[in-house]
């Protein structure tokens, strides 16, 4: 009898002297069962989530915000208007996504400007 077992049958001595229900699995596959309890074997590949359709091609939106952004010094303010087919949420999201990259999280404010439609980004630092 091999450490490993031997340890595990001294393991399950003191569990039935508690009476508790258990399962050991060995490395072996060898299962040591008291009770009416049953093994629950998961799956080995998760189920991934699949991802929605993306409503632009890749990099439309970083690509339409971006020049706008680029050039912008401490203090500048930058109106980037909704490009046709895009929300407000999206182009906000996105404009903060980019100003984060660019300067950094807390250096930056956005604004959505719903009289004219435009987003507006200021950078602070």
Do not use: C
């Amino acid at each position: 009898m091999d450490i490993i077992t031997k340890t595990a049958r001294d393991a399950a001595r003191l569990l039935n002297a508690i009476r508790a229900q258990y399962i050991i699995v060995l490395p072996t596959g060898e299962q040591i069962i008291q009770g009416d309890l049953k093994l629950h074997v998961p799956d080995d590949t998760p189920q991934r989530k699949a991802r929605s359709q993306s409503r632009h091609p890749h990099g439309f939106l970083n690509n339409h915000i971006l020049p706008y952004l680029q050039p912008l010094k401490v203090g500048d303010v930058a109106v980037v208007p909704v490009p046709h087919g895009a929300s407000m949420n999206e182009i906000q999201g996105s404009g903060a996504s980019i100003s984060a990259k660019l300067w950094g999280n807390g250096n930056y404010k956005t604004m959505r400007n719903d009289n004219t439609g435009n987003l507006e980004v200021l950078r602070m630092a």
